[in-house]
């Protein structure tokens, strides 16, 4: 079956340019994470939606990072500004619900490896 | 500060033997914690939950303890073969009770490397 999905898979950006990342969840998971990964590094949470409500940004690094999930589908991470520090994969991970005490795993893209010349 | 800490950046084994990965955290109490593989360009790759109250968890080759008064989580991969190679990662949930966030927080992981 389909899994999560992510477009572009390389980006390569002249500082300063806007960037959107997309994301398609799988059909009918309920919950959608954002997060950039580092050379080395564990990802890093950025964003949580559940449906088409984000309840979580406290991860976003700047006010130059946006994401939405209008229709409580496919997502959206928009970059404004670009900087070098943004070079990163971002990756987006879906899971079927989430809860204290429903604890479902996440289902991760394959990323979009950013780069900002 | 919370803080999860995976202690080898790399571990190289020879096939046929367990490998064993180490997870310790400090100033968490979470409910539950995952262990995720991944492999070069690809995103991490569920393996196993285990949640505070159980002890030790397997699946085929793989099991997981948790132990959360010495706050650490073991993985091991008994019988390891060359294809268990990747980057081996822990994550947990670093909310309180009843906080509106689902988040993971993960380790820097552990590049595992099986030597034929």
């Known amino acids: 079956g389909a899994g999560v999905s992510q477009s572009p898979r390389y980006k390569v950006a002249k500082r300063g340019q806007d960037v959107a990342l997309r994301c398609d969840p799988i059909?009918?998971?309920?919950?959608l994470f954002w997060y950039q990964q580092a050379l080395g590094q564990g990802p890093e949470f950025l964003t949580y939606?559940?449906?088409?409500?984000?309840?979580?940004k406290s991860g976003l690094p700047s006010d130059r990072f946006f994401a939405e999930r209008p229709e409580g589908s496919v997502s959206t991470l928009k970059i404004q500004r670009t900087q070098q520090e943004d070079s990163a994969v971002y990756l987006c991970?879906?899971?079927?619900?989430?809860?204290?005490?429903?604890?479902?795993?996440?289902?991760f893209g394959p990323g979009t490896r950013l780069t900002v010349t | 500060s919370q803080k999860i800490e995976q202690n080898s950046e790399a571990l190289n084994i020879q096939e046929g033997k367990t490998a064993t990965l180490t997870c310790n955290y400090t100033?968490?109490?979470?409910?539950?914690l995952q262990w995720y593989r991944q492999d070069p360009g690809r995103g991490p790759v569920f393996l196993l939950l285990?949640?505070?109250?159980?002890k030790e968890k397997r699946k085929e080759r793989l099991k997981v303890t948790f132990d959360t008064t010495l706050k650490q989580s073991l993985f091991h991969i008994t019988a390891s073969q060359p294809a268990d190679s990747a980057t081996y990662l822990c994550?947990?949930?670093?909310?309180?009770?009843?906080?509106?966030?689902?988040?993971?927080?993960f380790g820097k992981g552990t590049k595992l490397s099986v030597i034929p």
């Open positions: 059909s009918g998971h309920v919950s």
């Open positions: 100033n968490y109490s979470p409910a539950y």
């Open positions: 994550a947990l949930d670093p909310r309180d009770s009843g906080a509106g966030s689902y988040q993971l927080t």
């Open positions: 939606f559940q449906n088409e409500a984000q309840l979580d």
């Open positions: 285990i949640r505070e109250n159980e």
């Open positions: 991970a879906s899971s079927l619900t989430a809860g204290f005490h429903n604890a479902y795993e996440q289902y």
